[in-house]
Every structure is written in structure tokens, then in C-alpha cells.
Nanobody
């Protein structure tokens, strides 16, 4: 079992920055990759960024060049640095951890970008 707890959401003006963090606990040795997804009201949950154990990253086209995902050396924290935020980035952001057998989710943290 893996437990995920997000922090760092909030309200920010367009053009501002936020840093989201996610702490993993439990069977962290079993995690292959971690990532961030987001879900806006009335929309599906979409991928934002992922990072593997080897450090390979992927980003949604809408956040490339603005968001950066990183993971600490102990691999039990994953961060999402969000710059140049836009109103369309408003959503609940969920931390995600994948193992060979299961996908785990955090409870989500709200990010609201005002225009």
C-alpha cells in the first residue's frame, strides 16, 4: 500500500506561481513512477506531468514550458512547480503513484487562478 498526501494548493492571480508537493509513504520501494493529474469542474481527470524512477518526464502540451515536475533523491516526494499560471489551470490537482500492480491517488488539492 502507498499513501499520498498533497499540499501547496491555493488561490493565485494569473501569471503567478505555485508549488505543489506530494508525500508518499508506505511501500514506496514499489513505486515505478509518480505524477500529477488535474480535474476541472465538469471535465475528466487529465494528465499534467509524470516522472519515472530514472527521472524521465512527460508533460501535457498545455503546461510544457510552464510547469516542472521533480522528485527528491529518496523518491518519496514529488513536486510540481507551476509558473505563468492561467485561469484555465484552475482545477483539483491529484498526486499519482504507479506500481506494477496498482495505481494510487492522493485526496487532491485545489488550485484556483484568478484573471
Amino acid at each position: 500500500q502507498v499513501q499520498l498526501v498533497e499540499s501547496g494548493g491555493g488561490l493565485v492571480q494569473a501569471g503567478g506561481s505555485l508549488r505543489l508537493s506530494c508525500a508518499a509513504s508506505g511501500s514506496i520501494f514499489s513505486i515505478n513512477s509518480m505524477g500529477w493529474y488535474r480535474q476541472a469542474p465538469g471535465k475528466e481527470r487529465d494528465l499534467v506531468a509524470t516522472i519515472t524512477n530514472s527521472g524521465s518526464t512527460t508533460y501535457a502540451d498545455s503546461v510544457k514550458g510552464r510547469f516542472t515536475i521533480s522528485r527528491d533523491s529518496a523518491k518519496n516526494w514529488v513536486h510540481l512547480q507551476m509558473n505563468s499560471l492561467r485561469p484555465e489551470d484552475t482545477a483539483v490537482y491529484y498526486c499519482n503513484a504507479g506500481t506494477y500492480f496498482h495505481v494510487y491517488w492522493g485526496q487532491g488539492t485545489q488550485v484556483t487562478v484568478s484573471s
